[in-house]
């Protein structure tokens, strides 16, 4: 390790995470970073002892720290003050149409390998002396070595120091404003249509029903059958009508595609529980009692459907609807409807919110219940890592214009 040759003069060293060293010096930061606004909410994650939870299920990652090292006395003192994740895939990020001799032209979808930045804290003593900057480029360092062409966060639309740094510092521009919708699972059960019939898919029939069918979507990951294969997937279900013929008896997706109901819906669920815990902090004693009143009325009174807040101020956890798609007329009714599953689902599980994310273009953001004041804009900021790719079919993403959906990765959530 180099340190000023006057032993005074603290030195800036960004290496990997080593899980066995560094878990309890990482946590700290995190919970230094913990400090919401003066009077406001501020929405935590626990991480469950696991700092690499929320990249360790992409294919490709990396987890960095900034370690501050100086010596004093002769000894050498080492204290960890920022950190980043990263992880990268293929996704679609356009379509192109297929001509052949003798058919139709066929839509295929044409993907990009792309990285993301998760995670990025700086400890807040040591704020402004350009830590989060060089962690960022070291982490674009290591997604340019692994053939990475473009890189892209998400952050809160209104967490302005973050959007600042990288649009202002690192060379980002604003991509896409989707929605993070959030509903509380209330202690009684949502209606879900007695003209509908929900399906457990199999995971063959899920992945064909996604390649068919969304592999066109923007960021549609080309390993959807590594993300339905996950622990953490607890299943991809379809909504179609009772009196549909593969209501009443099911043979698969193959012959469900080439005879498809009028109307039908699509929908997988993530167990983020598993993964990490949310904490709203920052409320009022008062408010505290009345969020712990709804929920006694509700547990009390089910059959009134009241409204009602999970604990919310205490550690909770998510379940992550994605892959939301389908046609017809009845499509948005059904998609209310897988909705209300997944709520139930959460609620059999005891989990407290169940949250989802969608284009702000797309005509699920009026289908979808959920909680304005628990929902909120996000801001995703894209950045292209290398001027000499080639444009191809595409041409430069950045500039493109955004679809009306896109397909949701639980694995980054």
Known sequence: M?????????????????????????????????????????????????????????????????????MIGGDEKREIVG?????????????????????????????TKLAYIVGLRVSPSHRRMKIGLKLVCRMEDWFRDNGAEYTYIATDASNKPCVNLFTEKCGYSKFRNPSVLVHPVFAHRLHISPRVTIIKLSLSDA??????????????????????????????????????????????????????????????????????????????????????????????????????????????????????????????????????????????EKCGVVATEVSSEDPLMSAIPHWKVLSFDDLWCIKRLDEDYSDGFVGDWRKSQPDSSFFLDPREF
């Open 2 to 70: 180099v340190v000023a040759e006057n032993g005074s003069d603290p030195v800036l060293v960004i290496r990997e995470y080593n899980p066995k060293t560094d878990i309890q010096k990482v946590e700290h930061v995190e919970r230094s970073c913990e400090v919401g606004p003066s009077g406001e909410y501020s929405l935590h994650a626990d991480l469950l002892g696991d700092p690499v939870c929320r990249v360790r299920n992409s294919p490709a990652y990396l987890m960095l720290v900034a370690e501050m090292v100086v």
């Open 83 to 111: 950190m980043i994740r990263g992880c990268i895939k293929t996704v679609t990020c356009g379509k192109k149409l297929s001509r052949k001799a003798g058919f139709l032209a066929e839509t295929s979808p044409i993907f």
């Open 207 to 348: 992945e064909t029903i996604y390649r068919r069918r969304f592999s066109t979507t923007e960021f549609f990951p080309r390993d959807i059958d590594s993300v339905l294969k996950n622990n953490l997937n607890l299943g991809t279900f379809l909504a179609i009508p009772k009196d549909s013929s593969h209501a009443l008896s099911w043979v698969g997706s193959e012959l469900f595609l080439s005879d498809q109901p009028e109307s039908w819906a699509i929908m997988s669920v993530w167990n983020c529980n598993e993964v990490f815990k949310l904490e709203v902090k920052g409320a009022s004693w008062v408010k505290k009692g009345v969020v712990k009143t709804t929920r006694v009325l509700d547990r009390v009174f089910p059959f009134l459907n009241l409204p009602s807040l999970p604990k919310i101020f205490n550690p909770f956890g998510l379940h992550l609807a994605y892959g939301l798609g389908g046609e017809g007329p009845c499509y948005m009714k059904f998609v209310k409807d897988l909705f209300s599953y997944a709520h139930n689902l959460a609620k059999k």
